[in-house]
């Protein structure tokens, strides 16, 4: 199906084809796989604030990293790119041994471009406002639900003692990646990336 | 970024670089749930003890393999922090700051131990898996196990293109730099609101240098034969065929005892 004019649908970087399973073609693999190193490279930043915060139990910036990126791209990939975005990472962080909890990683990123493509499949434009909220607000959501149990199984710690740990992490979850998504969607739109 | 654990298993000097990748990962597997069954601390302790004389005899580089550990440390200290201030049990002292009771417990205080023991356990099986599987026999291991090419290579390939990425980082940083914006100087607090000027430039040439792989990966006609070869080959031994066993043996043996309650 193709699109009608000033509408934007995943994936954007082959918008007539189903965003399951997305652009699985050599470029859309390569990209996917370029994404997540260019997210490797950002997370260097934000593993380091917080590790020196919270010891990386409580990840503030790498979430705004990894909700933006793994957005972009669910976004522009389709659910597969997306997924390989969000699994590349926790595999290079294990294999680096840059963080012990990395493994739990691939679970919550791929539940990220999950998301991303639930919501995005919502929209007739994901390079809008509402989309990216939308995002966000479910990515948040998932993930303080799926930081529960790995704080009460693996760490055992008293979850209702970190619920202001929770929501200062979504406070800053919600707002800040929907900026970076809206941006860098804007921008990949205007450099060419998007295709019919 | 830390030295990438797999250059040992390129090296190819012991012999545990050449047991199947997945017998390293049916003992990462056995490890996890032992870590996962139980706090007890004989039980995490002889797993550990297991671990290092697994490193010994296979003679694993200590330095590159351990270092790791010192990155969880920080972990660590906030877990048994967090368990020392939060549990109910075992008060040992208690203050009043603020209007607010701190209290200090030395059941939380062991939990935070022991904790940090499992932490230990499941970060040092996976850096020794990382340590001695070599990039494409895992590639061909998962292939072996039916997943598409494209999708097992995409972990090799994006091992061979991550120092190139960095550098790229490395790059922008620098002109950002030169331009005046420099994210090192920025307050720890804001830094990743300022991470902005370097993400763009970064996805873009990302993005750029993909499409120009992609073409040439096209161009050897990649992923175009079903039946593909492959220069590395993976066979299972009689050794990875007892270490298996073992492994999994010993998982069910702990897992059992844990749902018992005898642990």
């Keep these: 199906m193709a699109a009608k004019a000033g509408e934007f649908t995943i994936p954007l970087a082959k918008m007539s084809i189903k965003p399951v399973p997305g652009r699985v073609d050599s470029k859309g693999i390569v990209s996917s796989i370029f994404l997540s190193l260019a997210m490797i490279g950002l997370l260097q930043f934000a593993e380091r604030l917080d590790t020196f915060f919270f010891g990386g139990l409580f990840p503030v910036a790498g979430r705004i990293i990894s909700i933006t990126m793994i957005g972009l791209g669910t976004m522009l990939y389709g659910l597969v790119g997306g997924i390989i975005v969000a699994d590349i990472n926790p595999l290079i962080a294990t294999a680096t041994g840059t963080s012990p909890i990395a493994p739990f990683w691939l679970l919550t990123n791929a539940a990220q471009a999950v998301c991303a493509w639930l919501v995005g499949a919502r929209f007739k434009n994901v390079i809008s406002w509402p989309c990216v909220v939308a995002y966000t607000v479910a990515a948040s959501v998932v993930l303080v639900a799926m930081y529960i149990p790995l704080h009460v199984f693996y760490f055992k710690m008293p979850w209702q003692k970190m619920l202001n740990l929770y929501a200062f992490q979504t406070l800053l979850s919600i707002p800040v990646p929907a900026i970076f998504l809206r941006g860098l969607l804007g921008v990949i739109r205007n450099a060419g990336f998007v295709e019919e | 970024m830390a030295r990438l654990l797999y250059t040992f298993a390129l090296e190819g000097r012991s012999w545990v670089t050449r047991l199947h990748p997945m017998t390293m990962a049916t003992l990462v597997l056995s490890v996890a749930i032992v870590a996962f069954s139980t706090l007890h601390l004989g039980v995490l302790g002889a797993t550990l003890l297991v671990l290092l004389l697994f490193m010994v005899v296979g003679r694993l580089p200590t330095r590159t393999t351990l270092a790791p550990m010192v990155l969880i440390l920080p972990l660590c200290f906030f877990i048994t922090l967090i368990q020392t201030l939060a549990r109910p049990e075992g008060i040992v002292a208690s203050w009043n700051l603020l209007g607010r009771e701190i209290t200090i417990s030395a059941v939380g205080f062991i939990l935070g131990l022991r904790i940090t023991l499992r932490v230990v356990l499941l970060a040092m099986i996976l850096t020794i898996f990382f340590t001695v599987v070599h990039p494409a026999k895992f590639t061909k291991a998962l292939c072996d196990l039916r997943v598409p090419f494209k999708y097992a290579y995409s972990f090799t390939l994006a091992l061979r293109f991550l120092p190139l990425m960095l550098e790229e980082l490395a790059t922008i940083k620098n002109a950002q730099q030169s331009r005046g914006y420099d994210i090192d100087q920025v307050n720890p607090f804001l830094r990743v609101f300022r991470i902005f000027p370097l993400m763009v430039p970064l996805v873009l040439i990302a ?47 702990v897992l059992i005892a844990a749902i018992a309650g005898w642990l």
């Design chain 2, 207 to 253: 993005l750029r240098r993909a499409s120009t792989i992609a073409l040439a990966l096209d161009l050897r006609a990649f992923d175009a034969r079903p039946d593909r070869t492959f220069f590395v080959d993976v066979n299972r031994g009689p050794l990875d065929l007892g270490l298996r066993a073992v492994g999994l043996s010993a998982a069910a043996v």
